[in-house]
């Protein structure tokens, strides 16, 4: 009976023991069947997760994020440890003590699921085991990828450090709020750092890696609390805190950025505007997007904070102003549904939905609660509600007709119900009074014509202010860079420089008389603005009257291959069609790319590269880009003799010659003191251009003083006149002013440096005669000259590009400033009085083109 039972249970020991060998070969068949293609573990010791590339100002402020994950990356070292004792008790809490995988755990959590016939299925996987899902393997819930995983978890166990995988895990997990990584979470959650993490909030992140969007701080409370006192409760059972750590923390209230509890740290940013965007466009071409928006990059603005406001407030100012004046209400098109307007929370909760711009200076959003006889009742937001309410009167609408269904604008407004209904969504600012009380609200609308505004160092190239529209958030589109538009005269300086350098003096006296091209398209007839000519006038006059006629004949003596190459060695154009028609501006170009061309009349004729960013570094603080090569040996000496400044060496190529440059640019400062840009008013020596195309669709003012240019254009995105009355000299140099009021108190300026290589010589600026060096008058111009030039004056260097003349020209003409239709007398030089005769006229001539 013994030797039966024997063998019974030999036998079934034999077969166990045949079951378990065969079992234990199946499963390591299988461990080795799928461990033969798994992806390479070891690259994760070098590897470099997404994170923020961060843009900041001058100053080291923060002004904008890019990123496609938002990312912190924090090394183990400065991850606190009550934020590692969190993570591994709510997801390893024998993280230090496995080789990879918990098998105790794996065991438990299957018990769990039979015990409660699988209502209770709680995950076991290791902190090793997920890095290895999260980075090498996917999420598919599939018995072959879990395989996959515990083969990696003990191979990476084996590579690297428990502190390295732990660092892996917490920062690539996502936590909610597209924050990955506990850095970013900690920001996003609570505005804090991890170091200013308290034990609740620690354990309240560590609770959201299970389901992060089942845990939300607001929706979910309570079972955010309820998992958050499970975390801190595993905490105090493995020992990393005492019982009266986790009962305060159990207690105390969930608070959250979500909740309201903690400013948003994305609130505190500036809003993002055209100076940063550009940014992006320009380092996404530069280094790739990828690389852009997850490489972790910092990089250093050239923007100065304070003047890229006031170049907003300036063209806002500028655009609003001109759009105010022509009368119409367009209002935002957006609208409330009545049923919202029930009670002040759900209207403002709706109104805070509407998309409207919220980054324009002073300006708000609000709704249409109520319209009355004369008024309309405003919810404003952001504003408490006072005992009489918010109200838009009467007084405040009559400027404008507001457009009915059939295109037809309405009769003038007399009420505020002739321009607003209830549930109207408006845009509003508040007036005040000369003693800064509240006044009353007043109606504002985005206009309709747009413009660019862009600010620059000659010296460096580094864009100091740059706006490319009214609003960033009403339009993305930055018209300081992308507008392709027709620059009009503003491009007459670059003809100029190239008659300067092809033997032309600012005292070279060129025909203004009608001309006639024969064209494929027909006959051209340019004209000047005045729509009059007149006759022999120094090349000083004509540019700084802006006259076409001579501008053409000028490109047409020197030729406008001559002049493209000067274009695009400005780099206002890839490449110039040598049309006569383009030396009147007539090709399109960007405001971005002629502020820079001007750039180099101001610094004397060096080449400057326009640049937003000065330094970009890479997430190991590398700089991989810097703009500013210039060497400047005396800033690594200790200390510099008092009194004496840095010895900056500069490589840059010369683009024209200096002599050219000073000349051009003293005849730009006639512009400004004389000519079309006469508006200008600053206190230092300032030149400048204006631009106005056919029919007034572009205007345009890019001036400089010896330190800053700055360049304004304005014109609607589907070309249209802007009226009459519409110049350069009307809408932009208002804006340029502006700007560059503010700009000299913080920059300052100075006189032109002369260069080396030439001499002044006495002109007179109507007739181009030379004067003896005694003369004085408004008539006298101290014109400057190439040493070893002899200059030819008067009538005996008279170009006239191989046109003809007209017959009833006056010799001498006074100019656009001056004269009458009967003559002008005049004292000359030699105190002798002299009569000017009239301007010449067109007779039957006709004429067109650009001015």
């Not at 408490?384 to 009467?394: K, L, R, S, T």
Request: with cysteine; hydrophobic share 40%; proline share 5%.
């Amino acid at each position: 009976m013994f030797r039966f039972i024997a063998s019974i249970f030999g036998g079934f020991f034999s077969w166990l023991v045949t079951g378990a060998l065969f079992a234990a070969l199946t499963v390591g068949g299988i461990f080795w069947i799928y461990s033969r293609d798994l992806p390479d573990h070891e690259y994760l010791a070098q590897y470099t997760p997404k994170t923020i590339s961060r843009i900041y100002s001058g100053e080291g402020r923060l002004m904008d994020e890019f990123a496609t994950e938002r990312r912190i990356y924090a090394p183990i070292e400065e991850i606190p440890d009550i934020v590692k004792w969190a993570f591994i008790s709510a997801e390893d809490k024998n993280f230090y003590a496995h080789g990879g995988y918990d098998a105790r755990g794996m065991a438990g959590a299957l018990w769990d699921a039979i015990r409660t016939r699988g209502k209770t299925l709680r995950g076991a996987s290791t902190i090793p085991q997920q890095v290895a899902k999260n980075f090498l393997l996917g999420g598919d819930r599939t018995a072959e990828r879990k395989i996959k995983e515990l083969i990696l978890s003990t191979r990476l166990v084996e590579t690297l450090s428990k502190d390295k995988i732990l660092e892996l895990y917490l920062n690539e997990i996502d936590l909610g709020f597209l924050s990955f990584g506990v850095a970013s979470a900690a920001q996003t959650y609570f505005n804090k750092t991890l170091v200013q993490l308290a034990p609740e909030e620690a354990a309240y992140l560590a609770a959201l890696p299970k389901a992060p969007y089942s845990y939300h701080p607001v929706r979910n409370t309570e079972p955010a609390i309820d998992r958050r006192n499970y975390v801190l409760r595993e905490m105090f059972q493995n020992g990393y805190i005492d019982r009266e750590t986790m009962e305060a923390a159990q207690a105390a209230p969930l608070k959250t950025v979500q909740n309201g509890d903690y400013p948003s740290f994305k609130g505190s940013l500036p809003p993002r505007d055209y100076f940063t965007d550009e940014i992006r466009r320009q380092l996404s071409r530069s280094f790739g997007e990828a690389e852009f928006f997850g490489g972790g990059l910092t990089i250093r603005a050239t923007v100065d904070p304070e003047m890229q406001h006031q170049a907003a407030e300036a063209l806002q100012e500028a655009l609003e102003s001109y759009d105010r004046g022509l009368g119409i209400w367009r209002g935002t098109r957006k609208s409330l549904d009545p049923e919202q307007l029930g009670s002040e929370e759900t209207w403002r909760a709706a109104l805070a939905q509407v998309e409207v711009p919220r980054d324009v200076d002073g300006w708000l959003p609000a709704v249409v609660l109520e319209v009355g006889e004369n008024a309309a009742r405003i919810g404003v937001e952001g504003v408490e509600n006072d005992e009489d309410g918010h109200w838009i009167p009467a007084e405040d609408v009559t400027w404008a007709r507001k457009r009915q269904a059939d295109g037809r604008l309405g009769k003038k407004a007399q009420a505020a119900g002739d321009l607003v209904s209830v549930g109207d969504v408006v845009l509003v600012v508040a007036l005040a009074n000369d003693d800064g009380s509240f006044k009353r609200w007043s109606l504002r609308q985005v206009p309709e014509v747009q413009g660019g505004f862009m600010a620059m160092d000659v010296n460096t190239g580094r864009v100091i202010a740059m706006q490319g529209g009214f609003s960033y958030q009403s339009s993305v589109f930055n018209r300081a860079t992308q507008a392709m538009r027709q620059p009009g005269s503003a491009f007459k300086p670059f003809v100029y420089a190239a008659a300067l350098d092809s033997g032309f003096s600012p005292a070279t006296i060129v025909v203004d008389a009608p001309i006639e091209v024969d064209t494929p398209q027909g006959l051209w007839r340019p004209k000047n603005a005045s729509n009059k000519f007149y006759g022999p006038t120094p090349l000083r006059t004509g540019i700084e009257q802006s006259r076409n006629l001579m501008t053409v004949r000028v490109a047409q003596e020197i030729t406008m291959q001559t002049v493209a190459g000067y274009a695009e060695r400005f780099g206002v154009y890839d490449r110039l069609s040598p049309y006569l028609a383009n030396a009147l501006g007539s090709q399109e170009t960007t405001l971005f790319k002629m502020v820079a061309a001007y750039a180099m009349f101001a610094n004397g004729g060096e080449r400057v590269e326009p640049t937003l960013v000065d330094r970009v570094q890479d997430r190991w603080g590398r700089t991989i880009y810097r703009h500013d090569q210039r060497d400047c040996s005396d800033c690594r000496v200790a200390s510099l003799d008092q009194g004496a400044a840095p010895k900056i060496t500069s490589n840059r190529e010369r683009v024209m010659d200096g002599v050219t440059a000073y000349q051009l640019t003293s005849m730009l400062q006639g512009v400004v003191q004389r000519g079309s840009g006469s508006g200008v008013n600053l206190p230092v020596p300032t030149g400048g251009k204006t631009g106005t195309t056919n029919d007034a669709k572009d205007v345009w003012f890019i001036g400089f003083t010896s330190n800053i240019v700055a360049g304004c254009y304005m014109g609607y995105d589907q070309p249209r006149t802007l009226g009459r009355g519409a110049y350069g000299g009307t809408l932009c140099v208002p804006v340029f002013n502006a700007f560059m009021g503010e700009a000299v108190k913080k920059y300052g300026g100075r006189e032109f440096k002369v260069p080396d290589g030439g001499h002044f010589i006495k002109i007179n600026r109507f007739t181009g005669e030379r004067l003896p060096d005694d003369a004085s008058g408004d008539y006298v111009q101290a014109e400057f000259f190439r040493d070893g030039e002899i200059p030819i004056f008067g009538i005996g260097a008279m170009v006239d590009g191989g046109f003809a003349m007209g017959q009833n020209l006056p010799l001498f003409a006074y100019g656009e400033v001056g004269g009458d239709e009967g003559g002008t007398s005049i004292t000359t030089s030699t105190g002798k009085k002299k009569v000017i005769p009239k301007k010449a006229d067109f007779g039957t001539l006709s004429s067109g083109g650009l001015y």
